[in-house]
């Protein structure tokens, strides 16, 4: 016998609705209201965006937690890691208070999307749901320190959290222990500053970096936490909830894969959180330099490794196989090479080849990649744009013979060595500090560690007189953009300081 099931639509029967109830029936889902800067993101997003804001407020904020995860790595201060996320904030994700006249709901609503766009891209692997979960609870801490103290306080008792209050009776009873975990006393009565001190009471457990430095009483298995340690609880309660959220994530995120819209950009912003991406904006050349055939072995000396140990093949066998000469042209192409340049530095570095074989087999490749010929309606006229960091590590990884790719990740460990060492790195401390960046698949960190190293008397002189480019605020994630601040900083004093303020370049004559 078959069991009716009374909650499913007989189709035989009329639906009848009358339309006067639906016309003014409640929606199903109400527009989100953001009453604070701060959110612990409970509810998901329900309004309809465009797909361009689906992407462009992902790629915004990824840019956000990767720099933040990057002053993480290179162990920056609290004050210099807000000092350095300041500007990027104000750039990609800003978020005004209440009393603020700018418009505080369109910011607040694009940190609440992309938010959630991202924990989608992120939970699909344990990996980088950790990773995830790592960096928005350093991206709240450092705006829960940056908020408004009222707004603040508004915000934390509209979470309802399960804090239980130590009463006055209490206070007094432990005075001597509570007050050595608060900065008082001067001269004090001690139960007068106990009575003004306020103090929760929680499981130890919920505030473990609290209880590892010694800022809180402990007994009977309960933290009595002062008021200004109550962002740790704050924080950690924020974790908690955003890790189980993510594990929940995880078991909707297969009903995704069907919507062939939506899964290349999440698939896309997963890959992206090894490295992000950036766009070639085509101001990777500097303005006013003039960058020919002949000059390509001496700016070498401002290549990073993966374009420096092409160049160095190329030089030495007369030869690269495809993936090395495509990723090494539109390198190239985006210093600022012409494709009549391009074309003279091909046919003189293949020097096996006659000039027939040149003609025949690569000087059509050389233009279509520079939109000479071929190509689609969207590279015509303009070509291919120069490959980021992005995807040079998740794209075509280098086999037999080949020259492409990027060392910090393909190399082991003791050839990569060689051929920093080979390039004038020879500081164990940033050997060492490479290696590690290597085995935690942190690659475009190990690039920006030796940047550094090797541009550290240029920085430190462009530090002292305040020559501080806006690109110097960033991570480095593009080979052109690594070439391009490398020149900049040799050519201090060249360069006009407007100029490298702004990215560009003045009449600077490269040397033959």
């Not at 819209?261 to 990777?284: C, N, Q």
């Not at 303005?287 to 700016?299: H, K, P, Q, S, Y």
Request: hydrophobic share 35%; with cysteine; charged share 30%.
């Amino acid at each position: 016998m078959i069991r009716q099931d009374f909650n499913r639509i007989d189709p035989k029967r009329r639906n009848v609705v009358d339309h006067r109830k639906k016309q003014f029936a409640d929606p199903s889902y109400k527009e989100t209201q953001y009453p604070h800067s701060l959110s612990f993101y409970a509810a998901p997003p329900t309004a309809d965006i465009t797909l361009e804001e689906f992407e462009q407020w992902a790629i915004d904020r990824l840019h956000v937690l990767a720099e933040l995860e990057a002053c993480s790595f290179r162990n920056k201060s609290p004050a210099e890691t807000t000092l350095h996320m300041k500007p990027l904030l104000d750039k990609y994700l800003p978020l005004d208070t209440n009393s603020s006249s700018g418009p505080v709901f369109a910011q607040r609503q694009k940190d609440h999307y992309s938010h959630f766009i991202l924990r989608l891209a992120f939970c699909s692997t344990k990996d980088l749901r950790q990773r995830f979960s790592r960096v928005e609870t350093m991206l709240f801490r450092l705006r829960f320190n940056a908020d408004d103290t009222r707004e603040r306080n508004a915000f934390i008792s509209s979470l309802n959290l399960d804090w239980e209050t130590v009463s006055d009776e209490e206070k007094r009873e432990y005075a001597t222990e509570l007050m050595a975990t608060v900065a008082s006393g001067f001269g004090k009565k001690i139960h007068q500053s106990i009575d003004d001190e306020t103090f929760c009471k929680v499981d130890w457990m919920r505030v473990p970096d609290l209880v590892e430095s010694r800022k809180v009483f402990l007994r009977a298995g309960k933290a009595y936490v002062p008021s200004k340690e109550q962002q740790s609880l704050v924080v950690t309660e924020f974790t908690a909830r955003l890790e189980r959220a993510l594990e929940l994530t995880a078991r909707a995120r297969p009903s995704l894969d069907e919507d062939d819209r939506l899964t290349p950009i999440l698939d896309h912003l997963s890959k992206s959180f090894v490295a992000p991406d950036s766009k070639y904006a085509g101001d990777g050349a500097i303005e006013g330099a003039v960058i020919t055939a002949r000059n390509i072995d001496n700016l070498a000396q401002h290549f990073p490794m993966c374009m420096s140990h092409t160049h160095r093949t190329l030089r030495r066998d007369g030869h690269l196989k495809h993936f090395g000469r495509l990723q090494y042209t539109l390198f190239l192409k985006g210093i600022g090479l012409s494709l009549d340049e391009c074309l003279t530095f091909w046919r003189q570095g293949l020097r096996r080849k006659t000039e027939d074989e040149f003609n025949k087999e690569y000087r059509y490749n050389v233009r279509h990649t520079y939109g000479d010929v071929g190509g689609d309606s969207n590279r015509r006229g303009g070509g291919y744009s120069p490959y980021s960091c992005q995807k040079i590590l998740t794209e075509h990884a280098p086999g037999a013979g080949e020259a492409h790719g990027c060392p910090y990740r393909h190399f082991n460990m003791e050839n990569l060595a060689g051929l920093l060492q080979a390039s004038g790195v020879n500081d164990r401390a940033v050997l060492q500090g490479v290696k590690e960046d290597k085995d935690k698949q942190k690659f475009h960190l190990a690039c920006n560690r030796v940047f550094e190293h090797v541009h550290r008397n240029e920085l430190k002189r462009a530090k002292d007189d305040g020559v501080m480019t806006a690109a110097q605020l960033e991570t480095i994630v593009h080979p052109n953009e690594y070439f391009k601040r490398s020149f900049l900083l040799k050519n201090l004093g060249k360069v006009p300081q407007s100029q490298q303020r702004d990215g560009g370049g003045g009449d600077v004559k490269m040397e033959e």
